[in-house]
Structure formats: structure tokens, C-alpha cells
């Protein structure tokens, strides 16, 4: 994980596109869960100055994914299954989370 104390908000955690697009899928489940596939992401973002090409959009939700910030189904589609991504965590329960992993690497760091 990347950490930049020079930015603000989630710009110290994300690049400014996947910064974008978490307040976006965020904002899509405030109020129940929305499911969001790869290609509605990158439609999003094509209105967007931090648009990036799909396989940027798709690596970064699948590295969502890894660090438990997302979650994915499955779905059948046209060519085969697709990964359909939903929050694991709002953006209290993000902040907190990355809050918990800064304190405990620099308390093993600094002991």
C-alpha cells in the first residue's frame, strides 16, 4: 500500500481515477447494495478527465478485491463469467480500516 502525505483524502491512498471511481461505488450503495461490472466502471469514467483504458479499471477493481475493500459474483455473460464488484466496506469502515493498517505497520516499525 502507498501512502502520499503530501495529498489529501482518498488522493493520499488512490490515483485520482480510482479515487473517482470508489466515490462512485460508494455513492452507489449508500442506501442498499449495487453491484457494478467492469464495463459500467469504465462508462463511468469515460465522462471523466481520469478516464483510463478498461484493463486499467479492471485491474485496479480486482486489486480492490485482493485488499478487501471489494467484493465480486460472479455472473454468466456474453463470452463467458464475469466478476461483478460490490463494497466490502463503506467509507467509514475504509477509513477506519486503513487507519488500523498505518498504526499497526508503524507501531512494528518504530517498537
Known sequence: MIFDTKKEGLL??????????????????????????????HQFLLGKPEKKSRAAVIFFLNDMVEEGILGYEERTGKGGYHRVYYPLMDR????????????????????
Open 92 to 111: 467509514e469502515g475504509f477509513q477506519k480500516d486503513i487507519t488500523e493498517k498505518i498504526n499497526s505497520k508503524l507501531k512494528k516499525v518504530f517498537s
Open 12 to 41: 493520499t491512498r488512490f490515483k485520482p481515477y480510482h479515487a473517482v471511481l470508489m466515490e462512485h461505488i460508494w455513492d452507489l450503495n449508500e442506501n442498499e447494495r449495487v453491484r457494478i461490472t467492469s464495463g459500467e466502471a
